[in-house]
Structure formats: C-alpha cells, structure tokens
C-alpha cells in the first residue's frame, strides 16, 4: 500500500489550499483515511479523518469548520480542503492508512504517505 500526497505550498493568511491523497495498492474499503500535520519541534497532530464507505468525516476542534475532507472512490483519492488558513496551520501534512481504525491516534494507522508541506504566511 503507497499513498501519495500532493498540494502543499505557500499561501497567505486567510487563503484556501486543496490537499490530495492517492492511495495505490490493496486497500480494503474499511480503512479510513486519516490526515494529520507535524510542525517543527512539535509532535504529529490529528487533522481529520474520512469513512471509505460513506464519505463521513471527524475534525479536530483547530480545524473544524475551516477543514473539510472528502473522497473520490473512483480515483482512490482523499482531498483535504483548506479554508481560512492561519499562521499555525504551517507544517507538513501526511495522509494515512491501514488498521481499520477511525479515529486520531496516529499510531494507530499502519501505512504513511511522503508529507506535503503547507506554509502560511502571516
């Protein structure tokens, strides 16, 4: 199982980026797919997290309602809808998979993609 994340990139304050999350190999429609972020010097933090099966997605409280995440079955793709973007939201961004677990302990999840970097300037 690989999973590729892409979109990452410089925005301002305020501005919108679209994260992507292609996850190649066999992968069973029971595994959620969870985004998380890693700013320098601190420890990885849970995004948000999406249901194969019926697209239903949990948030963490620092990103609910500026964050959405949604699924294109077809393309086995997870994108990762950043709105209102803030200084603080600047780290890298992994996406993963694996262990059949839906829900935010990273440790949980078996299988990483690369990270993409997001970086808000203020």
């Not at 963490?60 to 959405?68: I, M, W, Y």
């Not at 699924?71 to 997870?78: F, H, I, L």
């Not at 993963?96 to 970086?119: C, I, M, N, S």
Request: charged share 15%; proline share 2%.
């Amino acid at each position: 199982v690989q999973l590729q994340a892409s979109g990452g990139g410089l925005v301002q304050t305020g501005g919108s980026l679209r994260l992507s999350c292609v996850v190649s190999g066999r992968i069973f429609s029971w595994n959620p797919v969870g985004w998380f972020r890693q700013a320098p010097g601190q420890e990885r933090e849970f995004v948000g997290v999406i249901s194969w099966s019926d697209g239903g997605a949990s948030y963490a409280d620092s990103v609910k309602g500026r964050f959405s995440i949604s699924r294109d079955s077809a393309k086995n793709a997870v994108y990762l809808q950043m709105n209102s973007l803030k200084p603080e939201d600047t780290a890298v961004y992994y996406c993963a998979t694996g262990g059949g677990y839906y829900g935010g302990d990273h440790r949980r999840y078996r299988y990483w993609g690369q990270g993409t970097l997001v970086t808000v300037s203020s």
